[in-house]
């Protein structure tokens, strides 16, 4: 016999061997695995929300909202659905797919997850006897389960036992909670179209439910559309009813929320489900899997949070009505990070998650001044001090046709560094940053590194160092974290550890940093934030008799306020402060101005919010110190050499200046014609800045060239 012919004979030998053991082997398990009794736990699972401690409850997501239906009840319309949604050959399989079970073993040769069920039958099996773990020995158990079971049961009680079953996204198992979850009616009563809008969120309803995120709604729609042209494959519908349908998804009517989702509280609860779910949870685990989970929150610095919010959001309001002005548009956000470890100890992202979900907390806007701060970092690491000195007055910068200004045109002469950022002197940042080579990109490298991620208006302009990037809440919160944790950056999270029924850890937060800041950089720009709450336009906060640093901020567009901030840090706690207006947050903020201010300020509601806030979170906190600041050297020589064009007497750095009467009041740019008469839209994530503590011009900032990125008519003052 010739050699290949002998080798394949006992390849073939082989195979036929291990064929037959495999067959026996699985003969044996089918034998030997018996079916649980279903329902042991899966009913009851309810997941707890922890506040920090561990034991005080802040939030239950979901004891299983079912209510079950016999076969018989349940539409026609939905039992079609969902096998055309997940599995068109469930009325003929023997309840497992044989081309699902080897994309499972490729899975597994190839070192990846294990693919879940593929059948109806498989995934009935795996949420109602088994966990969700996935591994080789649950994979196979799941298999001839399936096999048992598609012999106890008929087709008709497999399909209606999963349709009461799984898990439709807003809390609810089973069609018929799903049905008035979704749109308020009762199971029976389901179009076609409703059906298949049902059928379609089951397969991952995080990213297909648009009340989780509005960006859902394509996902939702393109799998609306595959579920009713399976439906119309499979004949369970005419082409008339498809074309009934098809392009035409139903409206997703207001449902009334679980009262878990009421108030402030809403926001950390779906703040916490977003994560849990970015973490890999799955939302039948999240909203009925048993679990316990720990956040960081802290109910005290909580209850604190909400009390100044809406303390100042209720004078503003106040102050808006005594001018006339149509009130309660005005929105305050607050985030704060324990800066030892990036946790999220306590938001403010709106007064009621069920009346409105914005949450403000992690909706990005304009930073104006606040963004300062990264464009000193940047200056530092690039060879300046806080002693180099720079423009002071209005000017062009070469190459630019459009003037800098600082508010209300003040004209301060050759500044520091030091005093720049105390005073919050537009054109001495703007100077700084046009010297460096590639200076933008390098106060956006700052920002990054300091953990602000890019959102709208990053255009790399020299003009960004004047705030006009839009940053949230929680990341400045955390990037200014960085700074008082040494140039340590950390992760910011709300899921601090995450465990099973029994005990079992299933998730702990990261414990580690990296240093993303250099720690004498870190230093320094620390010691110069300091001196804007020392002597600067950030003075209200050193009320709170503990070393503070931070930076006022208000973003202008056009003659109308877009955001005002503070942003500022102890040791161990650092806190941003947000102001907004309007539906979307870009509505003009002057009228809700303190009573005999000119305009609506950073260190105005922003920094008496921020004050109110960390005197209850800081209460007996030991006063701890910032890191000394380094003695830099000077690696470079400022040398502005730009046009200066004054508009104003030169004013001393550290004098107080006198506003006028209001915004509309502020003396002209140069270039009149180069000032904005129209706000633009603010992004899906955001809105654009400038600062504020003792004014701000609204002119100030200039244009940034050819408004890339929202940044047009988008300016910022100190």
Do not use: C
């Amino acid at each position: 016999m010739a050699l290949w012919k002998k080798i394949l004979a006992i390849v073939v030998s082989a195979v036929v061997a291990v064929g037959l053991m495999g067959g026996v082997a699985f003969a044996g398990l089918y034998s030997t695995t018996k079916v649980p009794d279903p329902n042991a736990d899966f009913q009851t699972n309810t997941t707890y929300l922890y506040y920090g401690d561990g034991t005080t409850q802040l939030s239950d997501l979901a004891v299983q909202n079912r209510t079950s239906l016999p076969y018989d009840q349940i539409p026609k319309a939905m039992k079609d659905a969902q096998v055309a949604a997940e599995d068109r050959t469930f009325w003929t399989n023997p309840g497992i797919s044989p081309m699902g079970m080897v994309r499972a073993l490729v899975a597994i040769a190839s070192g990846k997850d294990i693919q879940g069920g593929s059948t109806i039958t498989q995934q009935y099996i795996k949420l109602m006897y088994l966990t969700p773990q996935q591994t080789i020995s649950r994979k196979v158990k799941e298999v001839i389960l399936a096999l048992k079971l598609s012999n106890r049961l008929s087709k008709e009680e497999i399909l209606a036992n999963y349709l009461n079953t799984v898990y439709f996204g807003r809390g609810a198992y089973g069609v018929q909670a799903a049905s008035q979850a979704w749109f308020g009616i009762d199971a029976k009563d389901l179009s076609v179209g409703q059906a298949a809008v049902l059928a379609s969120v089951v397969q991952n309803p995080s990213i297909l439910d648009p009340k989780v995120d509005p960006d859902n709604i394509g996902r939702l729609k393109a799998r609306y559309e595959y579920v009713l042209s399976g439906m119309l494959d499979e004949k369970s519908i005419t082409k008339d009813q498809y074309n009934q349908f098809t392009g035409k998804m139903p409206e997703l009517p207001t449902v009334k929320a679980n009262p878990r989702y009421q108030g402030p509280k809403g926001f950390l609860v779906n703040m916490a489900e977003q994560e849990l779910a970015s973490l890999g949870f799955t939302d039948a685990q999240i909203n009925g899997g048993g679990l316990r989970v720990t956040t960081t929150f802290d109910q005290q610095a909580q209850a604190a949070a909400e009390k100044a919010a809406q303390t100042n959001q209720a004078a503003a309001d106040q102050a808006a009505r005594s001018r006339g002005t149509n009130a309660n548009a005005v929105h305050a956000a607050i985030a704060s990070v324990d800066s030892s470890n990036g946790e999220l100890i306590a938001m403010y992202g709106g007064d009621d998650f069920v009346k409105n979900s914005r949450n403000w907390a992690s909706t990005a806007r304009m930073t104006g001044s606040t963004f300062k701060t990264f464009g000193l970092i940047a200056g530092l690491r690039d060879g300046f001090t806080l002693n180099s000195v720079f423009q002071g007055n209005t000017f062009t910068p070469r190459g630019e046709s459009e003037t800098v200004r600082n508010e209300f045109s003040t004209q301060y002469g050759p500044v520091s560094l030091q005093v720049a950022t105390a005073q919050s002197i537009n054109t001495a940042f703007v100077d700084m940053v046009s010297q460096m080579d590639n200076g933008p990109q390098k106060v956006i490298q700052a920002a990054n590194d300091a953990g602000a991620p890019k959102a709208g208006a990053w255009d790399p302009y020299n003009r960004i160092v004047l705030g006009f990037a839009e940053v949230s809440p929680v990341n400045m919160a955390n990037a200014y974290a960085t700074l008082a944790n040494s140039g340590r950056q950390n992760q910011v999270h709300v899921i601090r550890e995450v465990k099973d029924r029994d005990g079992n850890v299933l998730y702990k937060a990261p414990s580690g940093n990296k240093q993303t800041v250099e720690k004498d950089v870190a230093a320094t720009t620390t010691a110069a934030l300091q001196s804007v709450v020392n002597e600067g336009t950030g003075a209200k906060a050193s009320a709170l008799n503990r070393p503070v640093a931070g930076k006022t901020g208000t973003a202008g567009v056009g003659n109308d306020i877009a955001s005002a901030w503070f942003v500022a840090y102890t040791k161990q706690i650092s806190t941003a402060v947000m102001y907004v207006a309007g539906d979307d947050g870009s509505s003009d903020l002057d009228p809700y101005r303190q009573p005999g201010t000119p305009t609506f300020f950073g260190a105005g509601y922003p920094a008496l919010t921020w004050l109110s806030y960390m005197q209850a979170a800081t209460k007996g906190m030991p006063v701890e110190n910032f890191d000394t600041a380094a003695n830099l050297p000077a690696r470079r020589t400022a040398s502005p050499l730009a046009v200066t064009t004054p508009s104003q007497p030169t004013a001393t750095p550290t004098a107080t200046k006198t506003p006028g009467n209001g915004p509309k009041d502020h003396g002209p740019s140069a270039d009149a014609s180069s000032q904005p008469t129209s706000k633009p839209k603010p992004s899906t994530q955001t809105s654009t800045g400038t600062d504020g503590g003792t004014g701000i011009d609204l002119g100030s900032g200039g244009v940034l060239p050819g408004g890339g990125g929202g940044g047009k008519g988008q300016t910022t003052g100190g």
